[in-house]
Nanobody
Framework: EVQLVESGGGSVQSGGSLTLSCAAS????????MGWFRQAPGKEREGVAH???????TYAGSVKGRFTISRDNAKSTLYMQMNSLKPEDTAMYYC????????????????WGQGTQVTVSS
C-alpha cells in the first residue's frame, strides 16, 4: 500500500522559513516522480514543485527562487525548503507521487498524502 506522510508544517511570520517532509512507503521511491501541491481555503489546488526520477525540477512561478524541492532516495523522503514565506503561501500542502501525465497546467499524480498546514502571518 502506497503511503505518503507529510510533516513540517506550522505557523510562521512573513519572511520566515519552513521545511516540509514527505515520508514515502509501499513503492520503489526512486523510480517515481514526486511533487508538492497546495490548496488555500476557497481556492483550487495548485502545483508548487515537481521533481522527476532523473532529478529534473520544475517550480510554479509564484514560488520560484523561494522554495527548493529535493529528494533523498535512500530515505524515501521528499523535502521542500520554503524561504521568504508570504501570507499568500498559507495553504494545506500535499505531497504527491507517481506522475501520470500533464493537465495543461501541471503534472498529475496517482497518489496523495493527507497534507500539512502552513500558515504565514503578516
Amino acid at each position: 500500500e502506497v503511503q505518503l506522510v507529510e510533516s513540517g508544517g506550522g505557523s510562521v511570520q512573513s519572511g520566515g522559513s519552513l521545511t516540509l517532509s514527505c515520508a514515502a512507503s509501499g513503492f520503489t521511491y526512486s523510480r517515481y516522480c514526486m511533487g508538492w501541491f497546495r490548496q488555500a481555503p476557497g481556492k483550487e489546488r495548485e502545483g508548487v514543485a515537481h521533481i522527476g526520477r532523473s532529478g529534473i525540477i520544475t517550480y510554479a512561478g509564484s514560488v520560484k527562487g523561494r522554495f527548493t524541492i529535493s529528494r533523498d532516495n535512500a530515505k524515501s523522503t521528499l523535502y521542500m525548503q520554503m524561504n521568504s514565506l508570504k501570507p499568500e503561501d498559507t495553504a494545506m500542502y500535499y505531497c504527491a507521487a507517481d506522475c501520470n501525465g500533464y493537465d495543461g497546467t501541471w503534472f498529475t499524480y496517482n497518489y496523495w498524502g493527507q497534507g500539512t498546514q502552513v500558515t504565514v502571518s503578516s
